[in-house]
């Protein structure tokens, strides 16, 4: 339990400052921007999350297991080189294809700004945390992924304030995060970490991550496109709003994130003995952050982002209290996914349950957002969540009597 609560300590402040990293700032810049920038702002942030997921590939799913299960040093050298070397490969498609797909969303406030952020955002896929959380390392979380973002918001925000030019922050982002995803993977990662190992070709890492990374990117479908959807389909001052209250709701799921990384290599050990109480542990917490998170969403995002990103963008009562609900199926439905079904091999049903999620949720969005209804909307992003989580909850009891009976440490390496 101390073991736990340490972890839970150093990996709730690591997502804390990231997320307050880009909230530091987010209210200046909205003020700058004004309503119709806004709304491209955030398209461009959201667009620049799907880049960091076709960067990541399915990293961010299966790294976490993977290293949590490797016994050396050089086993983890080995999963972060085959990383990197993937990486560098999906990163040549993501980023021009977050660029044009934000330049065409987005309309002429700002539009070259908004493509910055994504194409900054999606640089983001280098980042280690992964590889951190996996090692349960929360210093290492906090030195090369929060703190890079913490300063590029607090440079960025008295030359923006003062200046009215929003492009330092993307460019910041830039400068201070890549040094750092670049000093990590060479303490990690070099050649003498490696030693005599042989990573394995970058044809069969790319195979073996397809199950994880279509998972990811179609999760990522439902999860990151209401804004841009949003902003396609309504009025400038109604797609702002909505994207505030999309934003309150981003900035929440870091407490999501958070908890997930404390339990995860934790509930993952292979020497742990109390196998049972580590998962009822770690669903217990996530239904009870979902049901307090979800509700103060509901409650206070509409006053909260009045005050913070201003009046003239303030999120509405309805789509707040939907982000709440998609929050609460959100926050119960990780560690049946973190926890149990990926280390469990049950890719196909956790396909499943994303692709009926997608659907269900971006045809909702699409709907709403031809009706000129941010409510509606809002309520494709509950559905999807919602859907995900009926889909799974069963096949994840199942999986859950398996693993009682059989450790993790039983069970073969996800990728090979």
Known sequence: MRSLMLRLAGFTGAPILSALAPFIILPVMSRIVGPDGWANFSAGQSIGILGMV???FGWGIVGPVRVARAVTAQERAVILHESIRSRLLTA???VPAAALAT???????YRLE???????MTIGGFTPAWFCIGQGNPRGLMVYDAMPKLAASLIALPIVAFSGQVMWYPVLLLALTVPAFAVHARRTAHGEALGDAEPRALRS??????PTATIDATGNAYGSTAVPIATAGLPPGDASSFASADRAYRIAIMAVIAVGNSFQAWVLDPEAHDVRHRHRLAIASHV????VGG???ALLGPALTGLVFGASVAAQPLPSALFGVAFFFLSTTTPLIRNILIPAHRYRIVFAATVSAAVIGIVTMVLGSAMGSASIVALGVAASEATSFAVLVLPARRSYAQVIERPPAATPDPTS
Do not use: N, Q
């Open 54 to 56: 076709g960067v990541l």
């Open 92 to 94: 040549l498609i993501a």
């Open 103 to 109: 330049y065409l969303v987005s309309g002429p406030s």
């Open 114 to 120: 908004s493509v910055a952020v994504a194409v900054a």
């Open 205 to 210: 890492v790319l195979r073996g991550l397809v």
């Open 288 to 291: 009870a952050l979902g049901a």
């Open 295 to 297: 509700l103060g969403i």
